[in-house]
């Protein structure tokens, strides 16, 4: 009995380690950015600015409020909780100085969005990445 729980155990943990977001920020496979740095990932999702530095418009796209990547990117890249960033977009937003991220309603409408939109920037779990999307920015493991 104690060599099926414990057996029960390893294959449970197994599967939580799996299941853990990974954000990576992407691009559709079309654009001609090959790359973002981390502030330039903060500056565009945080509304500081709207220009890739390819000179296109930055189209900033966040996963849906309940997505646990959306939780997890947002820790990565500026240490802070999805409190904590709704309420700095509530007091830009009331400011009138700049606009949030686009919210897809899916991780699928994040990619079709990105998809759509030239200077598209998302971030999504690794394991969406296919051909059709490009990483620009990937968080040390």
Do not use: C, H
Not at 98 to 119: E, F, H, K, N, Y
């Amino acid at each position: 009995m104690k060599a099926l729980l414990f057996t029960l155990f390893l294959v449970l943990s197994g599967l939580g380690s799996t299941a853990r977001a990974e954000p990576v920020v992407v691009v559709s496979a079309a654009s001609s950015l090959r790359q973002l740095s981390q502030d330039e990932v903060v500056n565009i999702f945080l509304g500081r600015y709207r220009r890739l530095p390819n000179g296109d418009t930055a189209l900033p796209i966040d996963q849906p409020e309940s997505s646990p990547v959306r939780a997890d990117f947002y820790r990565r890249l500026v240490n802070k909780d999805l409190n904590e960033i709704n309420a700095y977009w509530s007091r830009l937003i009331f400011s009138g100085r700049t606009s949030p991220p686009l919210q897809a309603s899916s991780s699928a409408d994040v990619i079709v969005w990105l998809l759509g939109q030239p200077g598209g920037v998302a971030y999504v779990d690794r394991t969406q990445v296919d051909k059709r999307l490009r990483i620009v920015m990937e968080f040390p493991r």
